[in-house]
């Protein structure tokens, strides 16, 4: 993940939350799910930026979607726990895997401080934008 793509995708998630009307924390992190960019609206709940961080590491770490994730992570799903794995995931939607035009896992964006439905369409504007 480069810093300019993930600088133009963060931009365009902070246009789309402004559209909203909302506040969020987005993350945006490499394959190995380490931070390269990062922007905390004012406003936002304090407890959204480790939220964030944990669904994009998620979405980077597992190649797949944090709400994907919650599907295997939950009771009765085929990995219970696997959220407490990798110093904690998070197993709800807000995550999104980054890939680059090959299909290829660069990193994972989380959003936190909206509804779901809005953390995890900010998000796919925001993966849309890499584009």
Not at 23 to 52: H, K, N, T
Not at 102 to 124: F, L, N, Y
Request: glycine content about 16%.
């Amino acid at each position: 993940m480069q810093l300019s793509s993930a600088t133009h995708m963060l931009a365009a998630a902070r246009a789309e939350a402004e559209r909203l009307g909302v506040v969020v924390c987005v993350s945006i992190v490499d394959a190995a799910g380490y931070p390269v960019v990062f922007l905390r609206m004012d406003g936002v709940a304090l407890g959204c930026i480790d939220v964030c961080h944990k669904k994009a590491r998620t979405a980077a770490l597992f190649h797949m979607d944090s709400a994907a994730f919650g599907q295997v992570a939950c009771p009765g799903g085929g990995a219970y726990s696997l959220e407490q794995t990798n110093g904690g995931m998070t197993s709800f939607g807000g995550g999104l895997v980054i890939r680059d035009a090959g299909g290829v896992v660069i990193g994972g964006i989380g959003v936190s401080g909206a509804r779901t439905e809005d953390d995890i369409a900010i998000g796919r504007v925001a993966v849309a934008a890499l584009s």
